[in-house]
């Protein structure tokens, strides 16, 4: 008997979704972008792709062009906070969480030293 076929997102199942993702930003110029596996540590999602933008105008950009272009494939985050100001954006689409930071709200904040447990890869 073969076992059952993973849930997916989309056509493309999280893995997918979160590469789509960070090929969404890197066209935007997103720099350091990182996809984090979590789902091993937390309840809520599978991965965060983590990435930055030099301004807020920036972060700004590459949240509408992610929103766009998902929301174009039928794909709607479950939710989004940050987009008003702008230093961090968070967009929640259940087994994807896309962070978008500013350099300094990066470093502040410090997501990969905190989830430095997850297997991470760095997208180009």
Known sequence: MRPAPEPVSGAEGAGGLAERIAAIASDRKAEDIRVLEVGDLVGYTDQFVICTGNTER???AIHDAIYRELKDEGLM?????GDREARWILMDYLECVIH??????RGYYRLEQLWGEAPARAVD
């Open 58 to 60: 920036h972060t700004k």
């Open 100 to 105: 978008i930071f500013t350099p300094e709200a």
């Open 77 to 81: 985050p479950r939710r989004v906070e």
